[in-house]
């Protein structure tokens, strides 16, 4: 008897059905080796699905989504047509941050390693790489910000004071633009849970970043984090400012285990955090929501965006993309070994010396160049 997995496949737009595809290529070489069964169903998203359907992110795909155990996301947003529709119909906003919230996937997950064999695409000199760096940024992701109400930009009155004899004041129209940063005690309880226990697993630190010397919200996280951390004794907390956070990932990576993040500030530092292992086309992202039943449902994407320049020529790193299955595997299947066995095969093709556009160099004369296709073929093999 095999075990069956629903996962939903949203390639989207850009290089995602290149990258999606090499995935799928991975998942049914580990159902066989593992006698699991994925029973993988694909749905536009994006501008593929405003295309097929009219909608960023179509009705039948969100349905198809909740009758999913996991959802594979590839990546969506294609810049260049973004002025032809309005900016709440925009893939970022109509599908991904949709789906994050309508799914409370509040735990955003992004591990960044830099294996050895690539120290050389660190833009680190390699003493500050010491013995190899390896984050896992915890970001919260359905609060802050990015959800915060009002969100809205609205008609206003500027006072302009002139400089003349009686001192008059002109109002002059012009537009403001309103964002609201909103943290509750449990949201933040609930994702300071999620670092501590994943850091409990590693090296057993936690980071937290916050801007407590001048927002309220930065007060209140450092608070209610510092209050969490007392059930967890075997790790250690440390607090950090968000502008000394993005410093120290330059300076000394290696100092960092578990960083926790608020919403906003998790999407930059993980950017930044990415470009230290070399390249974007390497990491995975798992977004997960409350555990219902033995299953946990999640979203997996690489933490990369759609490359349009690259798109459809063989040349995207679809590494992050299998790495994203590694971690459905983990997270919401609960298949260790299967997870282990995808990035296993990985390592294994980076030990090859196989090497996409974004991690090759010349100058390792054993690394040879490979496209999107052969990278998954020969990483499909390995498994
Ligand atoms: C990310 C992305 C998204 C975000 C964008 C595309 C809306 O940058 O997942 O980090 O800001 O969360
Ligand atoms: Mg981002």
Known sequence: MSTTFKIAALAGDGIGPEVMREAIKVLRAVEKKFSLNFQITEAPVGWAGIDAAGKALPDATLALCRQSDAILFGSVGLPDRDPTIPKEERPERAALLRIRKEFGLYANLRPVQLPKALAHACPLRPERQGDGIDILVVRELTGGMYFGQPKKTEDYFHEEPQVDANATVIMKRCQRAIDTMVYTTPEIERIAHVAFKAAALRRKKVTSIDKANVLENGVLWRDVVTKIARQYPDVQLEHMFVDNGAMQLMLKPTQF???????????????????????????????????????????????????????????????????????????????????????????KAIAAGLRTGDIYTPADTSAKKVGTREMGDAIAAAV
């Open 257 to 347: 285990d578990v960083m926790l993040c608020e919403n906003m500030f998790g999407d930059i530092l993980s950017d930044e955090a990415a470009a230290l292992a070399g390249s974007l086309g390497m990491l995975p992202s798992a977004s997960l929501g409350k555990a219902t039943g033995e299953l946990t449902f999640g979203f997996y994407e690489p933490a990369g965006g759609t490359a349009p320049d690259i798109a459809g020529k063989n040349l995207a790193n679809p590494i992050a993309q299998i790495l994203s299955t590694a971690l459905m595997l983990r997270y919401s299947f609960g298949q260790n070994a299967a997870a282990g066995a995808i990035e296993a095969a990985v390592g």
